[in-house]
């Protein structure tokens, strides 16, 4: 099994900053992606960023050149840095990491954080 703490979550004013890390640990072989969505209140959750574990990475248009998505290998932690920070922003942020795992990592699996909400105010 894999657990995902996330954390960093809270309150902040429009044009603020926060940061987010989200820690796997358990019976881990190697993390491929690591990503990070949101689900605001009545709405989908979408995607805001992902992260390969060659570090290439991808954004949602409404978060590109104010959130920025980084991992360290060797913690299996994923962060996300959002600047910049807009009311619509507000929502709860879950982390999603594919994880390999048994011998040679020849199984996968998707596991989720808890979530962790974000509030912007106006």
């Known amino acids: 099994q894999v657990q995902l703490v996330e954390s960093g979550g809270g309150l902040v004013q429009a044009g603020g900053s926060l940061r987010l890390s989200c820690a796997a640990s358990g019976s881990i072989f190697s993390i491929n992606v690591m990503g990070w969505y949101r689900q605001a209140p009545g709405k989908q959750r979408e995607l805001v960023t992902i992260?390969?574990?060659?570090?290439?990475?991808n954004y949602a248009d409404s978060v590109k050149g104010r959130f920025t998505i980084s991992r360290d290998n060797a913690k299996n932690t994923v962060y996300l840095q959002m600047n910049s920070l807009k009311p619509e922003d507000t929502a709860v942020y879950f982390c999603n990491c594919n994880v390999a795992y048994g011998g040679g990592g020849r199984f996968t699996r998707d596991y989720w954080g808890q979530g962790t909400q974000v509030t912007v105010s106006s």
């Open positions: 992260i390969t574990n060659s570090g290439s990475t």
